[in-house]
Nanobody, 125 residues
């Protein structure tokens, strides 16, 4: 059974940083598209960032461009989300997701096959 396990969430003050990690197992990780999504209370889930296999192309939601960076380590079957200059509006449960290598659009959760349990990020002002 495929497993995606997130870690690295926590509580920080505005302007702080966190790095989320997602370790994948029982998956052809190197050819999978890996994404991060988030969902805040009372809001819809939204795609935050995605990294494609091979090309390494990345995509971000506008609100995090210049602050967040997604990366992957195929040797460790792990994808990361470095989050800098955090804002209170970044507060949400963050989920890692995996999908086929050519999924589209990158921010459509329905295109991803596997999901982690989530890790909470709380940013206080």
């Amino acid at each position: 059974q495929v497993q995606l396990v997130e870690s690295g969430g926590g509580s920080v003050q505005a302007g702080g940083s966190l790095r989320l990690s997602c370790a994948a197992s029982r998956i052809t990780y190197s050819t999978s598209c890996m994404g991060w999504f988030r969902q805040a209370p009372g809001k819809e889930r939204e795609g935050v960032a995605t990294i494609y296999p091979g090309s390494g192309n990345t995509y971000y939601i506008d609100s995090v461009k210049g602050r967040f960076t997604i990366s992957r380590d195929n040797a460790k079957n792990t994808v990361y989300l470095q989050m800098n200059s955090l804002k209170p509006e970044d507060t949400a449960m963050y989920y890692c997701a995996a999908g086929p290598r050519n999924l589209s659009p990158w921010n459509d959760g329905g295109s991803y096959n596997y999901w982690g349990q989530g890790t909470q990020v709380t940013v206080s002002s």
